[in-house]
């Protein structure tokens, strides 16, 4: 699930993803750009308020993301110390737009990886920024800069059946705003990236991925196989990786809001009932695919869907017509045995 600034969003924008959850009743959920608070307070009391319409979250985890987090350095380049780009990830304050998980089943904390911390450069493969033939911004900046946006967990959940389910989360940088150094689109082929080296076992940061765990990505990659401006390459070969699922996900609500639009992205090469997210067409390419729930191969998928109804489909109440009362960004679910 991927919904913005609910810490701070407001009664209509809470009521409407507390109805959407309460629908679709997910064991497991992943919540994007949802502010960091140390003692988990406020995603205390969201679950609390969840449990009303819908299922119980007695396990919750939370990191502090590098949203926020400051640098100490110029790492966007401008020449000046201590803006929201300046940050780990951008932000005005530190935990801007964090991640959280709200889980039926026990979270295995004690065996969580965080790869937050992990730098850029020591990614292996990693492609930096650079300008005429320089390193951008500096040297000093790449020397701190970390690969993650907002972070990279693998958190290992305990199912009923004694297995473990291991949930490998992340919110990418988007591959815009930046110049002709590519900053964050390099960065977000980077981030992208992580997670096939880690499934191919590569040795990150001291540590390998299990060649037989159970696993299922989850987050935003901000990157559409097809279209827009993320890399076609890194997000294709996550999708296409040997150890992952890709039932593609769909809705009719994605289909019509194109219709609605006038074809959506005018350039739009994907179908366009994969779309995850409803951006306004006259300020953005359009919407796309770049939200995931990708499953490890040896899980059994019985359905899949994006919670983006169409006029008239229950639900609908929800998402408005404006269509992003609860966020723009939609829910991607899947059923596992």
Known sequence: ??????????DDQINAVVGIIGQVRPDILVLNDFDFDHGQVALGLLAQQIAVVGPSYPHLFSLRPNAGMASGVDLNGDGRLGGPADAQGFGGFSGRQGMAVLSRFPIDTGRVRDFSALLWKDLPGAVLPTLNGKIFPSQAAIDVQRLSYKGHWDIPVRLPNDKTLHLLV?????????????QNGRRNRDEIRFWSLYLDGVLIDGMQFEKDASFIILGDLNADPLDGEGSKQAIGDLLEHPRVR???PASKGATAASVAQGGGNK????????????WNESRTPGNMRVDYVLPSVDLVVTGAGVFWPAPGEVGYEFVGSNGDLGSHHRLVWIDIE
């Open 170 to 182: 992340s919110h990418t940088v988007p591959p815009v705003f930046d110049g002709a150094e590519d």
């Open 1 to 10: 699930m991927l919904a913005r600034d609910l810490a701070r969003g407001g």
């Open 267 to 278: 350039t739009q090469l994907g179908d366009p009932s994969f779309d995850t997210v409803d």
């Open 246 to 248: 890709d039932v593609k």
